[in-house]
């Protein structure tokens, strides 16, 4: 059988389904549903390989074919999902994109609960408070990958990781790290029931990053863009690091100071 | 005499001082003008304190009161540059911002030839190929600030560093940090010139980037966003280091990788 005899054909910008997908843009929408968005095929087949199937996958007519595409095609079909083909442009509407990537798909967000994570399982773990840019945490996500650290736990109000622009800039690390939502008195108690060194890069008290005493399970705290940590967050901190800072500005871009620190973590403890 | 008195009151949308700041945000008309945008009390003091006072200094009606601001004035007044106050939404307008920051600054482009640059002034100096994104650029730029670098190189064709992004991204390290822009084929040559080791991560013949032998003055040459380096490009290296990459991916967000071989190179440098 021809698989592509299952697809439906979509062609109206307002058709129901196409205005669904589109909503699944906005935080509202998507929280309501419990659904996020991924696009292209190489994102797509990283979640493939990572366990995780679209329930609606979303294909542009007249694409060029691809194996990999095929095998998506079939597992979301054997998973019981719905596969989907529809003009370039309403792809486009859909990921608000103009040259739309060919393909998209729809996920079930995932558990994000501090329980669901397993901190053992990791030799480092990212924490970011207030991180409101989505690319920059899509950027963490794929320094987490890089680093091979466990996930990424989000403290008190940060952008959404199901964001399509976090989804994107994590180029493919939203399948493959953990993610955890918590306010921080939610966060500190949970860190202090078993082993875990969390540290935070500050300008207070504190020993400078190069070869400092880091300890697995690390958990490398970052702060906001603009306001960086509160004082007490640093103050809760098992060690506090110094980076350089040679030029006029008094910190880095939260992500870039998140992966020279995790970089620096990882040659410690591998030492 | 009161300041106030030299500003120039605009309060219409259509005004053609208006359309000529506005059309600053446009990389055709920024090239024909010779001029930036850049927006913010902090940057604009920042650029001041490095020797570059806005030729035209907007400021929005009903903000608070500001010594740095008041200083800022006296020095675009004394210099013979222009003052204008007008209302918050034309401010936003001009900057693209729905709550724009109370002052806005026209500067003159800077000389971004390679002739330009004096490559023993900085230990280190950062190298940017195809860089497509502006917020990587103003970015690394940041990033160059925080290690000491000379500046930045901006090598084929990258994003306009004196774009409104790009200027907002960097958080005034546009103003500290030197900008060149070349071809690969002027770049190299130039390079040769003088003493100048070229480095770059790379996955072929390469070294562990952590306690590889860097040389001042150390040039870090990272790839475009997609596509990596070019091969032949690599290939004129004097030094080619891996980064670990222990997930999924096989590369880090380009201003990252730079982030994080800029601060192994400078703890090398200094070591």
Redesign the interface.
């Known amino acids: 059988m021809n698989p592509s005899s299952d697809r439906r054909q979509i062609t109206g910008f307002s058709n129901p389904t196409v205005k669904y997908l589109r909503s699944l843009r906005d935080k509202k929408h998507r929280k309501a549903a419990g659904k996020f968005l991924a696009e292209g095929l190489r994102l797509l087949t990283?979640a493939r390989?990572?366990g995780h199937v679209p329930e609606i996958l979303v294909m542009a007519s007249g694409r060029d074919p691809h194996p990999l595409l095929d095998a998506l095609e079939s597992d979301v079909t054997a998973a019981g999902g719905e596969v989907i083909e529809t003009t370039p442009d309403i792809l486009g509407k859909i990921t608000g994109k103009a040259n739309p990537q060919a393909v998209a798909g729809v996920f079930a967000e995932f558990d994000t609960s501090l329980a669901s994570l397993d901190r053992s399982a990791a030799p480092i773990w990212l924490v970011a408070q207030a991180l409101r840019d989505p690319?920059n945490l899509g950027?963490m996500l794929?320094?987490?990958?890089?680093?091979?650290a466990g996930g990424l736990i989000l403290i008190d109000d940060c952008a959404d990781p199901f964001s399509v622009e976090a989804v994107r800039?994590s180029?493919?690390?939203v399948f493959?790290q953990k993610l955890a939502r918590a306010r921080w008195d939610e966060f500190l108690p949970w860190l202090r029931t078993g082993p875990g060194q969390l540290v935070a890069a500050s300008l207070r008290d504190a020993v400078p990053y190069?070869g400092a005493p880091y300890q697995a399970p690390c958990f490398i705290l970052v702060g906001n863009e603009s306001q960086g940590l509160p004082e007490e967050y640093e103050a809760a901190c098992d060690l506090r690091v110094t980076?350089?800072?040679?030029?006029?500005?008094d910190s880095?871009?939260a992500?870039?100071a998140g992966?020279?620190l995790a970089?620096?973590v990882?040659?410690e403890l591998e030492g």
Not at 142 to 148: E, K, L, N
Not at 243 to 249: E, L, S
Request: with cysteine; charged share 25%; aromatic share 2%.
């Open positions: 990283d390989e990572c690319g950027t794929r320094t987490g990958d890089a680093v091979g800039a180029m493919g690390a493959t190069r980076m350089p800072m040679r030029g006029r500005a880095l871009n992500a870039m992966a020279v970089y620096e990882l040659a």
